[in-house]
């Protein structure tokens, strides 16, 4: 196919094949389709390849991100720093707490948390920060630790699979990791989160957590399981597992994250060399002490200096046959949380620029090295 000739790239598009479908045989022979033997597995490679002591399966990231400020505590009253550039749900798990997400601007360049301005946003309510590890590049954790040693810091890592900061996997670099499997992800389960944890205590609390808060009681563990001693339930708890059809797609899947990575990150090279001389693009930025995980590609528009708007392009990739989109969302611009906190789309100039200029564009182990090349040609021709 010539890299002229129209075709259909999808935005992302799963990674999976004849070992996914023959991993899903084993729950479904044996009945055993509830959170089971395969989760467990599956989380303990997630465990083993973060570098963490424990990796606990949910059904997303958004119950992750909630159970993690559940078990730090964070409730009423409370605020919670989120960046103002990240997926709504950053900020929904704040409010599920009865707690106020406190908005912080980004740094336009990296389109993570501006860690300049943390200072400014902590207060005496201030309880913990979710610092995201956006489009699969880690915000820089190391220095919000060094700024506010205080706080509890809950990495949303929905995106971040695999990255890494100065060695130290995602998932690790805080009190508790938060991630996805939805399809956009490099590794998926269809649906489904982890939560990781090096502390003990956090991580046998977010298992009573995710379980309905059900505990084993001392006989039990002890003395193995009776089966007429009921569990103990001494917290409110959620339904938040994962079943063992999805623990065994992850089981498949994580095995497979560091090829996808690599994979990904040959060609994020590809695109930086062909499209660094176009002076209205700008393309990822980050330096050496990062390794990216590559979720998404996204570039940013200089309207001043491009052909047409972002909108524009993006409409026209599309009947071009190249699926896009924008990075991500402002939440201070969503209509809840503007009007709620009164908050004006300029109060963060750099969410603001983000939400109108940033562009995703395809990115995932399902491409052809014709696919890469017409995208590029597409943009170069702009």
């Known amino acids: 196919m010539s890299a002229t000739q129209k075709r259909n790239i999808p935005i992302s598009l799963p990674s999976m094949g004849q070992e996914e479908w023959e991993a899903l045989k084993d729950p479904v022979f044996s009945g055993w389709i509830t959170q089971g033997p395969k989760v467990a597995q599956f989380e303990k490679l997630f465990a083993e390849r973060h570098g963490v002591k424990h990796a606990l399966a949910v059904s997303n990231c958004t119950t992750a991100l909630h159970l993690a400020l559940v078990a730090l505590g964070v409730g009423a009253g409370d605020e919670v720093i989120v960046p103002a550039f990240t997926w709504v749900s950053t900020?929904?798990?704040?409010?599920?707490?009865?707690?106020?997400?406190?908005?912080?601007?980004?740094?336009?360049?990296?389109?993570?948390?501006?860690?300049?301005?943390?200072?400014?946003?902590?207060?005496?309510?201030?309880?913990?920060?979710?610092?995201?590890?956006?489009?699969?590049?880690?915000?820089?954790?190391?220095?919000?630790?060094?700024?506010?040693?205080?706080?509890?810091?809950?990495?949303?890592?929905?995106?971040?699979?695999?990255?890494?900061?100065n060695g130290t996997a995602a998932g690790a670099l805080g009190d508790i990791g938060c991630f996805s499997?939805?399809?956009?992800?490099?590794?998926?389960?269809?649906?489904?989160?982890?939560l990781t944890t090096n502390d003990d205590a956090l991580a046998e609390k977010l298992n009573c957590l995710r379980n309905h808060g059900a505990s084993i009681s001392e006989e039990q563990r002890h003395?193995?399981?009776?089966?007429?001693?009921?569990?103990?339930?001494?917290?409110?708890?959620?339904?938040?597992?994962?079943?063992?059809?999805?623990?065994?797609?992850?089981?498949?899947?994580?095995?497979?994250?560091?090829?996808?990575?690599?994979?990904?990150?040959?060609?994020?090279?590809?695109?930086?060399?062909?499209l660094k001389d176009i002076e209205w693009l700008r393309t990822p930025v980050y330096d050496a002490k990062y390794k990216h995980g590559w979720q998404s590609y996204v570039l940013f528009i200089d309207e001043a200096k491009a052909p047409m708007s972002r909108n524009d392009m993006m409409e026209y990739l599309q009947q071009q046959g190249v699926s896009t989109r924008p990075g991500t969302h402002a939440v201070h611009m969503l209509g809840y949380y503007a009007n709620t906190f009164g908050i004006k789309p300029q109060d963060y100039p750099g969410a603001y620029a983000a939400n109108e200029y940033s562009m995703s564009i395809p990115l995932h182990n399902k491409m052809t090295a014709d696919d890469f090349e017409y995208i590029v040609t597409l943009l170069k021709a702009l």
């Open 91 to 165: 900020a929904n798990a704040v409010m599920y707490c009865g707690a106020k997400p406190v908005f912080i601007d980004i740094d336009p360049v990296t389109f993570n948390i501006d860690v300049n301005q943390l200072r400014s946003k902590i207060t005496a309510k201030t309880k913990a920060i979710i610092p995201v590890h956006l489009f699969g590049l880690c915000a820089d954790v190391d220095k919000i630790k060094e700024i506010a040693p205080e706080l509890k810091i809950v990495e949303d890592g929905a995106c971040a699979a695999g990255a890494a900061l």
């Open 223 to 274: 003395k193995g399981p009776r089966p007429y001693i009921l569990p103990e339930f001494d917290m409110v708890g959620y339904n938040y597992r994962m079943t063992d059809l999805q623990g065994a797609l992850g089981v498949v899947q994580i095995q497979k994250l560091d090829t996808f990575i690599t994979e990904r990150q040959d060609w994020a090279n590809y695109y930086n060399e062909q």
């Open 181 to 194: 499997f939805h399809p956009r992800k490099s590794v998926t389960t269809g649906e489904g989160g982890m």
